[in-house]
């Protein structure tokens, strides 16, 4: 065929118009998706697969826009339109695609008025000052191997953090993708709905470790407060406390007596223990979910409560892990996995029947493994107030409530 009959037949089905109508439409979804998602805290995979997703449809929409038609009698192939109709369809085709381009030009145009209208940017006063979204750490160690202790530091801050009811903590999931220090914190503020950012590094030699930190107010950029903490492994937990307390003594939040108790606990004695532990919590805060994550996990948490049998959290993360990994198929469906994930939920409970990991854990555990969701349920509702921030708890709720007719009854555990 002649190019420019093809230029020509490419005009009249207008497949132009629909390759522009398409473009319009699909950088509206993608601009929508990566700002309502991170506000119901969906992962950012989710808003990548958005995007593939309305990339590979691309070439499939320009396929049937050169083989279809709109017509009064609906959508037919171009090849079974009436030759006396034919120029009036594709006309008809054409105002479609027209209107469509238009108005959701004029959407976009409205939406980008409205973000500069005084009332608009006043809303971001609406935003509790009690608000904070920790970034991930930088890690500043020689040792390049060293990176999941400074990953795992920032999330027993968080984790801190999070036990505070008067405080709103942006969950992990929301935050992971951002740099340590981003160019535009007020931007970054923004999108995640917060008034503050706590940013941080980590430097490890040995038993030596040098914890920075600082908090941001995000409207103007301002450094609220900031320290530097030289501690020794052994002292590493004192370093989680303080970095808590001072965020919430700045930030003028009320902390409960059970809730101070909390974030100045300290989960074990034994240093060796503990650094398995944050190898293990590594692994699980991965966004993958692998059976070689899961593997990682499961090792260094096994080690660490061989190495402090009271090691309560541990006990929790492990049972987490083998009930996650359970459902994801990650771990090998097995009756000594379906028992360390109850005895690590029953002995991280037992050791301290108020730790929220530990209801979450056993949360799992009935969901998972025993299908009792209405227990499951119950668990997940105990560990609210224990972890009003925490993602795992309503993750385990959603999962159940998105599937009410499982929520009815209790079924008979299944083999495993």
């Known amino acids: ?100 381009i238009i108005g959701v030009l004029l959407l976009v145009i409205a939406m980008l008025i409205v973000g500069r209208l005084p009332f608009y940017r006043q809303t971001g006063e609406s935003i509790s000052q009690k608000s904070i979204a920790v970034l991930p750490f930088e890690n500043r160690s020689e040792d390049k191997a060293n990176a999941y202790f400074a990953e795992g530091i920032q999330d027993e801050i968080l984790t801190r953090l999070s036990k505070i009811a008067d405080l709103k903590v942006i969950s992990r999931t929301s ?72 965020i919430a003594d700045q930030l003028r939040v009320k902390l409960t007596g059970l809730e101070e108790q909390e974030i100045t606990a300290k989960p074990t004695d034994n240093p060796e223990a503990y650094d398995a532990y944050l190898r293990g919590l590594a692994y699980s805060l991965k966004a993958q979910n692998s059976p070689a994550n899961s593997l990682g996990a499961q090792k260094h948490l096994r080690e660490a409560v061989r190495l402090d049998p009271k090691f309560a959290l541990s006990w929790a993360l492990l049972s987490y892990v083998d009930s996650v990994g359970y459902i994801g198929i990650t771990l090998q469906a097995t009756e000594s996995l379906r028992e360390e994930a109850r005895q690590g939920a029953d002995t991280a409970l037992r050791l301290q029947p108020n730790l929220g990991e530990g209801l979450v854990a056993k949360g799992y555990y009935y969901y998972a493994y025993l299908k009792d969701y209405p227990s499951a349920v119950r668990y997940f509702e105990k560990a609210r107030p224990l972890l009003p921030n925490r993602q795992r708890r309503p993750m385990g709720a959603k999962r159940i409530i998105l599937q009410p007719s499982r929520a009815a009854r209790p079924s008979q555990c299944k083999p495993v």
């Open 175 to 246: 935050t992971q993708h951002y740099k340590s220090t981003p160019e535009n914190l007020p931007e970054v503020a923004r999108q995640l709905g917060v008034a503050h950012i706590l940013e941080g590094s980590v430097q490890k030699s040995g038993d030596a470790v040098r914890v920075t930190v600082q908090l941001i107010k995000a409207a103007n950029d301002s450094h609220l407060w900031a320290d530097s903490f030289d501690r020794k492994l052994t002292d590493i937990f004192s370093v989680e406390s303080e970095v808590a307390k001072a």
């Open 1 to 100: 065929m002649n190019p420019k009959n093809i230029f020509t037949e490419l005009k009249r089905r207008n497949v132009y118009r629909a390759a522009v109508a398409y473009g319009v439409v699909a950088w509206f979804l993608t601009q929508l998706t990566t700002q309502v998602f991170p506000f119901f805290e969906i992962p950012n995979s989710a808003v990548r697969f958005v995007v593939i997703a309305l990339a590979a449809g691309f070439p499939i929409a320009m396929l049937l826009s050169w083989l279809y038609e709109f017509t009064p009698y609906g959508i037919i192939r171009t090849e079974d339109v009436d030759p006396v109709q034919a120029r009036s369809v594709q006309r008809a085709t054409g105002r479609i695609l027209n209107f469509t």
